[in-house]
């Protein structure tokens, strides 16, 4: 650790609208840990949330927090049960801490956890700081094809890889997303990986529905049109909009699947003779799990294009605006580098 200083700089959201970037220590990996030098760090809604709001849910800020879940970097020393060949690796953090003995850990539903801790969920910090540590299993290693960028967006790649796998999505699929957000997209671009041969997305955004074709849609639809004649094997909802879901419903075919991604429609009322007559299944998804891998390989394939996804970067005095960049027209993911 001789090279690494004692203090680093961190982005700290203090409450709700009131940033600063506070001195830190430098935190010290557990034996089973690393420690990154963080690269990039990709902004999601839920960072923005906790900005604007203070809060999510049960979640409130009671204590500088450090938000930034996206995250990527290079590891600069480990901890003592890890082997020290892997300082120098460039990795993309899967940024959740599970307890590894619950009945779901356990089954490999880690996501499930009841002791999960998740970045940048109070009092969880998150990456956008000068350093992270992380469990080493969690440190995925990227090939050097990866950009940080990329590399940092593995992390929504990775809700988009759990959907479509929920989803059944294959070789052939008809699938309806619901939502051009960042989401919505890189759930487009797993569907093409996977082989789905239509892939219709719907949002009320014309300027984001005019980027889903690069993003492997074969069709983008106003909102407003009608997709209730579509017969689509699965509907995936990436846009939180209670709308949204009841008009995708009525498209998937018999025995076809429906997973709500996107969050916002806390109650609905949902046509339960349809999924009854049609035997429907319905599953909502809560983050990811074992989808690393996967993702790494799609993206060094050239399956996945995540890179394609930046739209602004900002360095760590100006988080403020990077939380804020999904307000700029054609905004789509705004990256901190902590170090620029
Ligand atoms: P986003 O806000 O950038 O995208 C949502 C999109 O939905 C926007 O483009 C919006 O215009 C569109 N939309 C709004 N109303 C619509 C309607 N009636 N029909 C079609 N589209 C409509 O958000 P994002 O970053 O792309 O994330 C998508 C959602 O997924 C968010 O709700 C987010 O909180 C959620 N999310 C869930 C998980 C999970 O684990 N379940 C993980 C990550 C994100
Ligand atoms: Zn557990």
């Known amino acids: 650790r001789t090279t690494i200083p004692e203090r680093m700089r961190a982005s700290e959201l203090l409450a709700q609208d009131s940033l600063t970037v506070g001195d830190r220590p430098v935190p010290v990996p557990a034996a089973d840990e690393v420690l990154i030098r963080v690269a990039s760090v990709g902004v999601c809604g839920s960072d923005t949330h906790y900005f604007t709001h203070g809060r999510i849910g049960p979640f409130v800020v009671e204590q500088p927090l450090v938000l930034g879940h996206e995250a990527s970097g290079v590891i600069v020393a ?21 307890c590894r003995v619950c009945e779901q850990c356990k089954k490999g539903a880690y996501n499930l956890c009841p002791e999960m801790q998740f970045f940048a969920t109070p009092p969880i910090d998150g990456a956008f700081a000068e350093y992270v540590t992380i469990q080493s299993d969690y440190a995925h290693d990227i090939p050097d094809s990866v950009s940080a960028h990329a590399a940092a967006l593995m992390e929504p790649l990775s809700v988009g890889i759990w959907a479509c796998q929920k989803a059944g999505v294959t070789a052939g699929s008809r699938v309806l997303i619901a939502g051009a957000g960042p989401i919505g997209l890189v759930t487009a671009q797993v569907a093409r990986a996977f082989g789905a041969t239509e892939i219709i997305i719907t949002d009320i955004s014309e300027e984001r529905l005019a980027v889903a074709a690069q993003h492997g849609a074969t069709r983008a639809l106003h909102a407003s049109e009608s997709v209730e004649e579509m017969t689509v094997d699965a509907f995936i909802d990436a ?10 419903i009525p498209a998937v075919k018999p025995a076809g699947r429906i997973v709500l991604v996107g969050l916002g429609a806390d109650e609905l009322t949902l046509p339960v003779n349809l999924l009854q007559n049609r035997e429907l299944w319905l599953t909502g998804v809560f983050r990811y799990a074992n989808t690393w891998p996967l993702a790494i390989e799609l993206v060094a394939a050239g399956r996945v294009n995540l890179d394609a996804l930046v739209t602004h970067t900002f360095g760590l005095d100006d988080v403020e605006n990077a939380l804020m960049a999904g307000r700029i027209p054609g905004a789509l993911k705004a990256i901190v580098e902590p170090w620029r």
């Open 239 to 248: 846009s939180g909009a209670g709308p949204a879901i009841r008009a995708g």
């Open 78 to 98: 480990v901890g003592e049960g890890v082997d020290a060949a892997r300082v120098g690796s460039r990795v993309s953090i899967e940024p959740q801490r599970a």
